[in-house]
């Protein structure tokens, strides 16, 4: 049944841009220490989308972007990235990865982060200041990232994802102590690069980012609760508050005799 | 190629570091200095005896200094997620760990040029060999205690843990390498575990250098042994350095 789910959103992506799935995913389990953080995930995703990958905190939202990234150990089930096996060296040029706390050098400055993850991505150094543009911190350039505010240090960490112009964005909590109007425009930002034919995975656990994405994978204690649309999301559970919609399918999983959710087709997956 | 260029790209971001925390670059270069003038008047009235222990002891530092720089630098890399990150990216382990052994290797070279300067020009350390093999040895087993430091990394996960396999690595070498009593004259067990340990080697090394004008196969010998227990200690550290973890 797991299966038909895989099928049908792969045969939309098929018609929709006839490549393979940006990401495919099949039973994929994880172990941690004798407890299955990943508990049989499966789903495919297309590309030049944007995928907020939704839920409460310790649902394997991390576990499952390190998997995809390849720095996950022991990891079973059938899981391809941009149609190879995560983590080979062929993807890494290809794959930007933001872990949740911003992994960039605090005793560093922004702009001697950015040009060492360039050089050891092969990045031309011509791209830096584009990319400092598009994150908002050309005039921080010079500053060193543990005298930057929370956010501004998020930024940094997102600018060194970006590098090199990779095919797959995974983000872990890319917008977390940002304010609105930063929060928007990176939104914008994952939307243009989307419609440039990347793909990106970004996690939040604030519900109320969910509408910026194309597609919303909702997880649960390791396993994908829901994965469509925002809109069918919402319609489905009634509502039109994607919280509560996401309550509303969090009743109806854990109801006693009830099908699993995860029997359930999107509807819409690709409109 | 990219090997190359990632290695240097590496070396270059840890000078950076290294030279945006002048307070470490300050203790790694002057408490060598500080305690070898100490070592000197400790010996006032025994200025032989400074001869005999003040070469071998020059070893020292550089082993300590770059056991603890280098296995919290790395480590550091790992808890603070930048290590899982540059896993993700091109870079090649043995690339991140040739540009670490480059920045240190540096940092350790120029404490051996000014802690041994100061010990034969001003403290009137007198050693019969050549002064520049003196600093040879110091910067060999300065990249041992580098590559011992990045293999003590694999197993701690804590700045506290591996802080804590300083006296577990260091202090045995130190006991064990003829400082206090010359390895020919330790029971059985002990010469046997001291033949084991690196330390040793440089110290036999700078005996050599002490005692005769010549540099002789066996001080090449020596030095063979030390560069090859870092060469494998750095190899060892990339071995451990897993892609992948739970």
Redesign the interface.
Same mark, same amino acid.
């Given at each position: 049944m797991i299966g038909r789910r895989v099928d049908s959103l792969a045969v939309q992506v098929e018609l929709e841009t006839a490549e393979p799935p940006a990401v495919a995913a099949e039973d994929v389990r994880v172990r941690?220490?004798g407890v299955e953080v990943l508990r049989g995930v499966s789903f495919a995703l297309g590309t030049g989308r944007v995928v907020g990958l939704l839920g409460p905190s310790g649902c394997g939202k991390t576990t499952l972007m390190?998997a995809l990234?390849?720095?996950? &150990?022991?990891v079973s089930g059938r899981l391809g990235v941009l149609g190879k096996p995560p983590?080979v060296?062929a993807l890494?040029?290809q794959?930007g990865?933001?872990?949740? #706390?911003?992994?960039?050098? &605090?005793?560093?400055t922004v702009r001697?982060n950015l040009t060492?993850?360039a #050089?050891?991505?092969?990045v031309p150094h011509a791209e830096l200041d584009g990319l400092l543009a598009k994150v908002d911190l050309g005039a921080e350039a010079h500053r060193?990232v543990d005298a930057l505010s929370g956010g501004q240090r998020a930024r940094v960490s997102l600018a060194? &994802?970006l590098l090199g112009e990779p095919r797959l964005l995974v983000l872990d909590e890319p917008t977390v102590g940002l304010d609105p109007v930063l929060r928007k425009r990176l939104w914008g930002l994952f939307g243009e690069l989307a419609a440039g034919g990347v793909t990106l995975i970004v996690s939040s656990h604030v519900m109320d980012e969910a509408r910026h994405c194309d597609e919303l994978l909702l997880m649960r204690e390791g396993r994908v609760l829901a994965h469509d649309t925002p809109g069918a999301l919402a319609a489905r559970a009634g509502s039109h508050d994607l919280e509560d919609a996401f309550l509303a399918l969090i009743e109806s999983s854990s109801m006693p005799g009830a099908s699993s959710v995860e029997d359930e087709s999107p509807r819409d997956a690709g409109a | 190629m990219i090997t190359i260029r990632q290695t240097l790209a590496t070396t270059r971001r840890v000078l950076s570091q290294l030279r945006h925390d002048p307070r470490t670059i300050a203790l790694v270069l002057v408490v060598p200095c500080v305690l070898m003038t100490t070592l000197r008047f400790v010996y006032q009235h025994k200025l032989r005896a400074f001869d005999a222990v003040g070469a071998p002891l020059l070893t020292v530092f550089p082993l300590a200094t770059m056991f603890v720089v280098s296995s919290v630098a790395l480590l550091r890399e790992r808890t603070t997620g930048t290590l899982e990150r540059l896993l993700t990216t091109p870079l090649s382990r043995l690339a991140l760990l040739g540009g670490y052994a480059l920045a240190f290797a540096l940092l350790a070279t120029l404490q051996a040029v000014l802690v041994s300067a100061l010990a034969l020009a001003v403290l009137g350390l007198s050693v019969a060999g050549p002064t520049a093999m003196v600093v040879v040895v110091c910067v060999a087993v300065a990249i041992l205690g580098m590559g011992l430091g990045l293999l003590a990394s694999a197993f701690a996960q804590t700045e506290f843990q591996v802080v804590q396999f300083f006296p577990a690595a260091i202090y045995p070498q130190m006991l064990l390498a003829g400082l206090l009593v010359p390895r020919q004259r330790m029971v059985g067990v002990l010469h046997a575990i001291s033949d084991a340990m690196p330390l040793s080697y440089a110290v036999d090394a700078m005996h050599h250098l002490g005692r005769q004008t010549e540099v002789a196969g066996a001080l090449w010998g020596d030095l063979a042994v030390v560069v090859a227990f870092a060469v494998a200690s750095v190899a060892l550290s990339a071995v451990t350095l897993r892609r992948r973890t739970a």
């Open positions: 941690r220490g390190r990234v390849g720095v996950q &150990a022991r983590g060296p890494r040029r794959v990865y933001m872990t949740q #706390a911003p992994s960039v050098y &605090a005793d560093l001697q060492y993850f #050089a050891v991505r092969g060193r060194c &994802a | -």
